[in-house]
């Protein structure tokens, strides 16, 4: 099974309208540098989707280089923030509903808890 979770911490960032899917590692890590002004080596996730909706990358920087995971839907399209160019983090449970064709925001779903101390 594929672990897109990094051993660090990490944030999720959505290049939200559409990417060229044609970018591969290099292309991806430009635009995330000079487009967005983020840092690629970061331990961030950074993904990316088509005009159709229907096809999505995700970048990141392990400790010896970059990965990139692709997923196509076969038969649906993704719920992809329509905005042109801009950046949106989101958060690990919003990137998990995105990849399974859910919308960013899911009114019915349970609200995240923060840990707490038992005393």
Same mark, same amino acid.
């Given at each position: 099974?594929?672990?897109?979770?990094?051993?660090?911490?990490?944030?999720?960032?959505? @290049?939200?309208?559409?990417?060229?899917?044609?970018?591969?590692?290099?292309?991806?890590?430009?635009?995330? *540098?000079?487009?967005? *002004?983020? &840092?690629?080596?970061?331990?961030?996730?950074?993904?990316?989707?088509?005009?159709?909706? &229907?096809?999505? *990358?995700?970048?990141?920087?392990?400790?010896? $280089?970059?990965?990139?995971?692709?997923?196509?839907? #076969?038969?649906?399209?993704?719920?992809?923030?329509?905005?042109?160019? #801009?950046?949106?983090?989101?958060? &690990?449970?919003?990137?998990?509903?995105?990849? &399974? $064709?859910? @919308?960013? #925001?899911?009114?019915?779903?349970?609200? #995240?808890?923060?840990?707490?101390?038992?005393?």
């Amino acid at each position: 099974m594929l672990n897109l979770t990094p051993s660090v911490p990490t944030r999720v960032f959505l @290049a939200t309208g559409a990417t060229d899917m044609r970018n591969s590692i290099d292309g991806l890590a430009s635009l995330v *540098k000079y487009q967005f *002004k983020l &840092d690629p080596f970061s331990s961030n996730l950074f993904v990316f989707c088509n005009r159709q909706k &229907d096809k999505i *990358k995700v970048l990141y920087w392990q400790e010896t $280089g970059f990965t990139l995971w692709y997923k196509r839907l #076969e038969k649906s399209r993704y719920k992809w923030p329509d905005s042109a160019d #801009e950046i949106m983090a989101v958060s &690990d449970r919003q990137l998990s509903w995105l990849l &399974d $064709g859910l @919308a960013l #925001e899911q009114p019915k779903a349970h609200k #995240e808890v923060t840990a707490r101390v038992m005393f």
